[in-house]
Nanobody
Framework: QVQLVESGGGLVQAGDSLRLTCAASGRTFSTYVVGWFRQAPGKEREFVAGIDWNTSITRYADSVKGRFTIARDNAKNTVNLQMSSLKPEDTANYYC??????????????????WGQGTQVTVSS
């Protein structure tokens, strides 16, 4: 069983940057695709970004392209989501999720088997 822990959320102002981290306990990410999703109040959970650990294939939602960067940290066995030029509409609870998969990054949440508890990101205007 993979246990995921997100960290790095907080309250920032529009235009600021923030880095979220997803860490796995119990095993490495070496056979997984890692995705970041977010859910704002009253809205459905949506895909933000994902990375195939083995191939480094990445995928982004159009709303975050050019502002967010997902990357793996082999030494720490973590996946980071670097968020820049944050906007109030980026306010949400951010979740990381993993799926044992290679060569493709799904954007649909039901393709991911394991989820973290989330970390809140609030961007003030």
């Amino acid at each position: 069983q993979v246990q995921l822990v997100e960290s790095g959320g907080g309250l920032v102002q529009a235009g600021d940057s923030l880095r979220l981290t997803c860490a796995a306990s119990g095993r490495t990410f070496s056979t997984y695709v890692v995705g970041w999703f977010r859910q704002a109040p009253g809205k459905e959970r949506e895909f933000v970004a994902g990375i195939d650990w083995n191939t480094s294939i990445t995928r982004y939602a159009d709303s975050v392209k050019g502002r967010f960067t997902i990357a793996r940290d082999n030494a720490k066995n973590t996946v980071n989501l670097q968020m820049s030029s944050l906007k109030p509409e980026d306010t949400a609870n951010y979740y990381c999720a993993v799926e044992p998969l290679r060569g493709y990054v799904p954007t649909v949440e039901n393709r991911y088997a394991h989820w973290g508890q989330g970390t809140q990101v609030t961007v003030s205007s």
